[in-house]
């Protein structure tokens, strides 16, 4: 009942499209085919967040190993890659725009740290994050 009233909540509110990985989730229409494309949307939407492959399993009703496996089979590489990548291809586009600082870029990609944001730009994308914007120019 709780849930039901959840989604009529949403509707009311929004109309979801019924291809939409979040509406089938919203519904526990969940088939195992909209799992990945779910997490990359999430991803992509969400990526300046906290983003955690077990919170993600938890709202999917399945075990994260399952989801782990599931990911790499599906997309080639591991959940926490995805992200990284994810993440610093962002980082890349927006140290290319110049507009903000590297400290800004950071943490509209999800990094508070700045040094282990720059670690782990400079493994991804071979530069530090100040020569990239730089080189970019």
Partial sequence: PTEKAIVDAVRAFRSLDENDPLQKIIT???RSADMVP??????????DAKVQLGDLALL?????????TKFRREVGC?????LLRFRMDKAAELLKEG?????????RVGYEDYAQFSKMFKSQKGKQPSEYGKSAQ
Avoid: M
């Avoid at 999917?60 to 782990?68: A, F, I, K, P």
């Avoid at 903000?100 to 870029?105: A, D």
């Fill in 28 to 30: 526990g229409q969940v």
């Fill in 38 to 47: 779910f997490i990359q949307a999430y991803i992509s939407n969400h990526y």
């Fill in 60 to 68: 999917l009703h399945v075990s994260q190993s399952y989801l782990s």
């Fill in 78 to 82: 591991s959940f926490t890659d995805y």
């Fill in 99 to 107: 507009r903000l600082s590297c400290t800004e870029v950071a943490e």
